[in-house]
Each structure stands twice: as C-alpha cells, then as structure tokens.
C-alpha cells in the first residue's frame, strides 16, 4: 500500500544536539510538507517543497533545515538553534502543491523531545 | 493572511448524541475548506472537503456545508460513535486565478471525547 513513512516515533535528544527526522513516501507525489504540531495550536508549516531540488520557508521555518534530493524523501534537520524544539512532527504529501484536489497525505509523525 | 477559528473544546459526548463543530475563516482569493481527523498517536485523515460554495462534503456519517456567506464549514454529525472520539482540525487552501497559494492553514483543533 502507498504512504508516507515517519521514523522513528519517538526520538530523544540532548539540548545542543542536531537531529534529522526521516519522512519517506512512495506516493509519487511532488509535494512534500513538514508541520510541527503544539498542544492547542494547531499546526504549523515549517518547510514546503513544491519539486526536487527546491524548498520554501513555511511560518516557522527558524532553527530548521530540508533537503529535497529525491522525489521520494524529504528529511528535516532541528537544529540547535531551534529554541524550543520538544513537539510532535508530522510530514505531508500532496500530488501536487495546493489546490482543492490536493488533499495532503500524512504520515503518523515523529515526537521529538529534546531535555 | 489566512485565519481559521474553530469552535474550542474538549467536547464530550454520549453515544448517539448530535455533534457539532463550529469552523469560520477568513481568507484571501477564493478558499477551498477542508476537514481533517486526528486518532490517538497518528497522523491526520482527511475527512472530507469542498470545492465550491454551497458544496456539501460528506463521510462516515459527517457532513459539512461551505458557505461563502458566511465564511463557514461547521462539522455535523447525527450520532456519534465511541470511535469517533479524536481531534478535529478544520483548515482551508485559498488560491486565486487558477494559481493556488498553496499550504493549508489549519485551525486549533477541537478534542472530541464520546462516552458509551
């Protein structure tokens, strides 16, 4: 069956430490999402990828990074520099960017703590 | 930019009882709403969507009505199931010309606890 993978679920890190979170799918779809998701508040887009090789800032892109080198993979990286990064990631897919017939695909997310 | 409000909870209720979830936006070019759900420890569904006004989405018993007049797309359903306890995100993609803006803005989510 097609979907989106997450790993690992649960993931523990010590402050100060980079961490890549793994979001694979083989959906065959060009767009690609990562949202950071905080009790009572919804969710936030972090960072977008329309096609391979090309990336955009969501709101709080700020102490993240991405890469898009494979049509299939789109691994994000919480930087040290993010200031709070204890939260419940969840990465996204759609057939393509936006639109009412572009539902976005989930996977079943990554919860980071950070201590 | 793009806002989306939904009615806040938790809400809790019985087997059988009516539920509704209210959802108000305010957007940009001509908006495509959406609701999605979220059970235990996974990721989001989507639950249903409409593509014009006065559209109704609908499914598994849940039904939304777009209406462009009053910037709504609240959330039905005539009895609830046990199984239907899991949180609700209302969200909307807003494009304009045929050229979408892209990401979905998603409101806070409503907590939805039903009891046998």
């Known amino acids: 069956d097609g979907g989106i993978t997450q790993s690992p679920k649960y993931l523990f890190r010590k402050e100060g430490q980079n961490v890549t979170l793994s979001c694979e799918q083989n959906?065959?779809?060009?767009?690609m999402y990562w949202y950071r998701q905080d009790p009572g508040q919804g969710l936030r887009l972090i960072y977008y990828?329309?096609?391979?090789?090309?990336?955009q800032k969501g709101d709080i892109a700020e102490g993240y990074s991405v890469s898009r080198e494979k049509k299939e993979s789109f691994p994000l990286t919480v930087t040290s520099a993010q200031k709070n990064p204890t939260a419940f990631y969840l990465c996204?897919?759609?057939?393509?960017?936006?639109?009412?017939?572009?539902?976005?695909?989930f996977g079943n997310g990554t919860r980071l703590t950070v201590t | 930019g793009d806002s989306v409000t939904q009615m806040e909870g938790p809400v809790t209720l019985s087997e059988e009882a009516f539920l509704t979830i209210n959802c108000t936006y305010t957007?940009?070019?001509?908006?495509?709403p959406f609701w999605y759900v979220q059970y235990p420890g996974e990721g989001l569904q989507l639950l249903l969507k409409?593509?014009?006004?006065?559209d109704k989405g609908s499914n598994k018993g849940f039904e939304a009505t777009y209406r462009k007049e009053t910037t709504s797309f609240h959330l039905e359903k005539g009895s609830v199931q046990v199984s239907d306890s899991a949180v609700y995100f209302c969200?909307?993609?807003?494009?304009?010309?045929?050229?979408?803006?892209?990401?979905?803005?998603f409101g806070q989510g409503t907590i939805l606890t039903v009891h046998p």
């Open positions: 996204a897919s759609s057939p393509r960017f936006g639109g009412y017939n572009s539902p976005l695909h």
């Open positions: 959906l065959n779809h060009d767009a």
């Open positions: 990828s329309q096609i391979v090789n090309d990336f």
């Open positions: 957007a940009t070019g001509y908006p495509s």
């Open positions: 409409a593509t014009k006004a006065d």
């Open positions: 969200a909307l993609s807003a494009s304009a010309g045929g050229t979408s803006y892209g990401k979905l803005t």
